[in-house]
Structure formats: C-alpha cells, structure tokens
C-alpha cells in the first residue's frame, strides 16, 4: 500500500521562508506532486518531482530524494494569500493507468 | 478555455437515496478521475475513466460507480447514500500522457 506523512500544521511570518516535508512509502514509486487548495477551492497543481533534486517555479520549490523517500516544497517570500492546505501526493503506475495517493495535508497560516 | 467543470455545486440527501454527480473536463483531455475529500482530509481516490471504461478503482465500495461518455465527460452515481458519504467530490482531469490534475471546484454533498 501506499502512505504519506507531512505535518499537519504550519504557522509563518510574512516574507519569511517555510519548509514543508513529505515522507512516503509506496511501491512503484513514479513521482511526487504537490498541490495547494484554499478554504472551498479546488486543488490546483504546485510542482512535480520524478528525479533527485530540486525543481524552482518562481518562489516556490520543491525537492525530491527517491532513496530517502523524502522531499519537500519550500515557499520563499510568503504572502498573505498564500494561506491555504498544501498536499503532497504519490503518484504510481499500476495496470496500465496513473493514480494519485495525497497525504492528509499541511494547513499554513501566514502571519503578518 | 473552460477548466474542469462539475455540477451540482451543493446538494442535500438523506440516508438510502442515490445521488449523481457530473463533470465535464478541461478541453483536450480524455481522462478523467473522482476523488473523495472528507472534511481536514486530503483527497482519496475513487476511480478512473479513460476511453469510456474505467481504467483502476480505489477502495470504494461497489455503491459508487461512474460512467465516461464519448465527449469524455464523466458522471459519478452513489447509491445508498450513508452519513459517511457526506464530502467534497472531486473530480479532476488530465491528458493521456501522463502529467498533473486539473480539479473542478468540486461538489459538496451532505447526507443526512
């Protein structure tokens, strides 16, 4: 089966810079996603890892290390509006067809 | 270009009825998946349609089933509704080629 572990809470300053991390355990193992989904909106796409490193769309990132079945996004120069749910998902092939298993999620307060 | 579309938004029904959910997806995808968000949680995988069958189902109940139809939209019916299937349901789309979910705002029903 699969399992994913990311805390459940975060609170950050305005402009500061926070870490969320993501373990999982999975059998065939193809990528590792992230989404971030406001009060009553719908999920929308952050990034996605396949290979070791780090992967940068404008302030946010996200790493990924397959032998560690580890990564994490990082959110730099936090905004107000980046409040929201962050989840990090598996994604594994299995029969011919792709699915997604998300963790529970990480609520992120920003601060001012 | 119109995103992922679903309907009903909200809807209300009581324990032992049967409730239908619809989604059209985005434009140039023929893939389409449900997901089931409980409240705090994050999405958990219903199943997947691709070329009007479904392609790999999570561990639902045979109470949930769905149906593609040939312009690729999609419906999700649940029979005998319990208190427990009171969610967000999801439902999200995707080219062929494997790549991230585009979700639909989502509809939110309420057993009672």
């Known amino acids: 089966g699969q399992s994913l572990e990311q805390p459940s809470e975060v609170t950050a300053v305005e402009g500061a810079i926070v870490q969320i991390n993501c373990t999982y355990q999975?059998?065939?193992?193809?990528?590792l996603s992230w989404y971030q989904q406001h009060d009553g909106g719908a999920p929308t796409f952050l990034s996605y890892?396949?290979?070791?490193g780090l992967e940068e769309t404008g302030r946010f990132s996200s790493f990924l290390s397959r032998s560690d079945s580890y990564g994490y996004l990082l959110l730099q120069e936090l905004q107000m509006k980046d409040s929201a749910s962050y989840f990090c998902?598996?994604?594994?092939?299995?029969?011919?067809?792709?699915?997604?298993?998300f963790g529970k999620g990480t609520k992120l307060s920003v601060i001012p | 270009d119109a995103g992922v579309t679903q309907s009903p938004t909200h809807l209300i029904k009581t324990r032992g009825q049967q409730v239908t959910l619809r989604c059209s997806p985005k434009s140039g995808h023929d893939t389409v998946s449900w997901y089931q968000q409980a409240l705090g949680q994050g999405p958990q995988f219903i199943f997947q349609?691709?070329?009007?069958?479904?392609?790999q189902r999570g561990n639902f109940p045979d109470r949930f089933s769905g149906h593609q139809f040939p312009n690729y939209s999609s419906e999700l019916n649940v029979n005998a509704l319990l208190l427990g299937d009171s969610a967000l349901y999801l439902c999200?789309?995707?080219?062929?080629?494997?790549?991230?979910?585009?979700f639909g705002e989502g509809s939110r029903l309420t057993v009672l």
């Open positions: 890892n396949a290979l070791d």
């Open positions: 349609y691709y070329e009007e069958e479904e392609r």
């Open positions: 999975t059998s065939g193992f193809y990528g």
């Open positions: 999200a789309s995707s080219p062929s080629s494997p790549g991230e979910l585009f």
């Open positions: 998902a598996v994604r594994f092939e299995g029969a011919g067809s792709y699915q997604l298993t």
